[in-house]
């Protein structure tokens, strides 16, 4: 699966929008973008994935470069409770021998 | 979301005892399921791949004899830390995929805090 990069910290005020870049130059056609976080001492949070097209739920909203080698995870209207580290991933769409792994991540920090 | 529940959220044993760590897929069936382990300030490490009905596949540098994972059935999963050691203290989170190719999705527990005296 490709790498990722991620900025180690970025910070918000509350009620704006959280813009969260992830870098993954080295992508493949049939790789998908994932993002989760994790907020202290709990297990981490599936927030929403996509392959190609702009993907958009209840969470957040995913923007993928047309390239593919870049991607944002927006949090519209960011809240205090949305401070804990956002980690984005990739992998290969088919499953099966898919090994999860996570980097270090972004820590975000909602400041009021 | 789907939720898999973790089983216990800490526990703090005396050196040398084995704790037995649980994870269910409380509303769906899991083939497949992930064992980590994160120090402070780390990012997750994961340990093992836990397949139901067959043994586990641990990373590289992971003790199998020392962290016995069983995964009898699609719904539970047990990672068991024989002869812990302080060392081992740490935070053991759990996953579960649920759903297969452009649906797949990974659910997490709420992970175990374990100390060891």
């Known amino acids: 699966d490709a790498k990722t990069t991620q900025p180690p910290s970025m910070d918000c005020a509350e009620g704006r929008a959280a813009n969260l870049p992830c870098n993954h130059s080295t992508i493949s056609g049939n790789e998908y973008v994932y993002w989760y976080r994790q907020i202290h001492s709990q297990g981490p949070q599936y927030i929403i994935h996509?392959?190609?097209n702009n993907e958009t739920n209840e969470m957040a909203s995913l923007i993928i470069t047309e390239d593919r080698k870049s991607s944002t995870l927006t949090l519209p209207h960011a809240t205090l409770r949305d401070t804990a580290v956002y980690y984005c991933?990739?992998?290969?769409?088919?499953?099966?021998?898919?090994?999860?792994?996570f980097g270090r991540g972004t820590s975000l920090i909602v400041h009021p | 979301g789907a939720v898999v529940s973790q089983h216990p959220s800490r526990v703090i044993c005396k050196s040398g005892t084995s704790v037995k760590i649980e994870c269910r897929s409380l509303d769906f069936q899991a083939t497949t399921m992930f064992w980590y382990r994160q120090f402070p300030k780390q990012s997750l490490m994961l340990m093992a791949t836990?397949?139901?009905?067959?043994?586990?596949?641990?990373e590289q540098g992971v003790e199998k004899d020392k962290f016995l994972i069983n995964h009898a059935s699609l719904t539970l999963s047990t990672l068991t830390v024989t002869s812990a050691h302080p060392e081992d203290s740490s935070f053991y989170i759990c996953?579960?995929?649920?759903?297969?190719?452009?649906?797949?999705?990974?659910?997490f527990g709420s992970g175990t805090q374990l100390s060891v005296l």
């Open positions: 996953s579960a995929r649920e759903g297969a190719g452009a649906g797949e999705k990974l659910f």
């Open positions: 996509g392959l190609k």
């Open positions: 836990s397949n139901e009905g067959s043994k586990a596949t641990y």
């Open positions: 991933i990739v992998r290969v769409g088919a499953g099966g021998s898919y090994i999860p792994t």
